[in-house]
């Protein structure tokens, strides 16, 4: 990985929303971070990957964030993960910097983004890490992908229900999924629970937080996978989201 400095950024308050976290990274690490947010910013000048551009805030937004999910589960050794709905790689790739030992599946349904988070897997010189264009409704389907993760991670924007039914197929018994939500949702999540349920999940844990140096208020809910997913779920492209099950 070429033409990163470290003295070239301020990266004081990052380091000290890491060590909130507990998280202590690498001077390798730190030069991945950099580089994805300059191919973040280089690309967003021609495709809208984010709206969030400035330094500091595409630091605690984005990656300080994504990986806000230690609060919710901080065993990454030898698991697979599935991020659904990655955009520009949101929480999958942080994820991965962070914790080397992740093997990770990012899915895009646009497949501009997914040349983009390609590039930078590339550029950061990851490994076991893959981009995938499609639908989340159509690779759970596929038998090397249905029930097959350890951890399907979304921050999507779509209601837990809808998010419940094309993330939950694609978990291990056994496994977690672990949804990132903005604000207040109890009633969001009494709604889910009767699909939860449907799907072979358990709402298992809800952590409440505001993200260090903001005023960002943050849910995890931690979606435990009990029993097999039925074949007929998720249901075809568009159902899901169309006509939740609640």
Known sequence: MKNIDLNNYELTSFKNNLKELNIILNEIQLCQFMKYYELLVEWNQVM???AITDFDEVLKKHFIDSLSLIKAYDDFSSKSLIDIGTGAGFPG???KIAFPELKVTLLDSLNKRVNFLQTVI???GLEDIEALHGRAEDYSKKEMFREKFDLC???AVANLS??????IPYVKVGGSFISYKSGKISEEIDEAKKAISIFGGRIENQIEFVIPDSD???NLIVIDKIEKTPDKYPRKAGMPAKNPII
């Open 122 to 124: 590339e550029e950061l």
């Open 48 to 50: 809208n990957l984010t």
């Open 93 to 95: 790739i942080p994820l």
């Open 153 to 155: 991670v979304s921050r």
């Open 162 to 167: 809808t998010l419940s039914e094309y993330c």
């Open 216 to 218: 960002i208020y943050r």
